[in-house]
């Protein structure tokens, strides 16, 4: 399992915006085949900075997402959000347990 996690400032006159384009992103890459989990997340200290979460089966799965049609419109509609400060991590794991 790959794991993309991280975080992302925009301008905070976009956010709503913003977070229109992580809805529609959200709901087509669940749809995507070797998706688990796709997130965003607004963080309560700093609303402008959002966090992003995903699983995927495996690195072919991931690859094609990046090819999709709408991680291009995420793209060109987060170019308009002027993001900002950037931190993205790919971490490789193991089986996921299930805790209590």
Do not use: N
Not at 1 to 7: H, N, P, Q
Not at 21 to 30: E, L, P, V
Request: aromatic share 8%; with cysteine; glycine share 8%.
């Amino acid at each position: 399992m790959l794991i993309v996690t991280g975080t992302f400032e925009v301008d905070p006159s976009q956010i709503e915006g913003a977070k229109l384009a992580m809805i529609t992103m959200m709901q087509a890459t669940r749809a995507e085949p070797g998706c688990l989990t796709y997130d965003f997340s607004q963080q309560v200290e700093v609303p402008h900075r959002f966090r992003v979460y995903e699983e995927w089966e495996d690195a072919a799965s991931l690859d094609a997402h990046r090819l999709t049609p709408h991680m291009a419109a995420y793209r060109a509609t987060m170019g308009q959000a002027s993001v900002g400060a950037r931190a993205l991590w790919l971490i490789e794991a193991g089986e996921k347990t299930a805790l209590g």
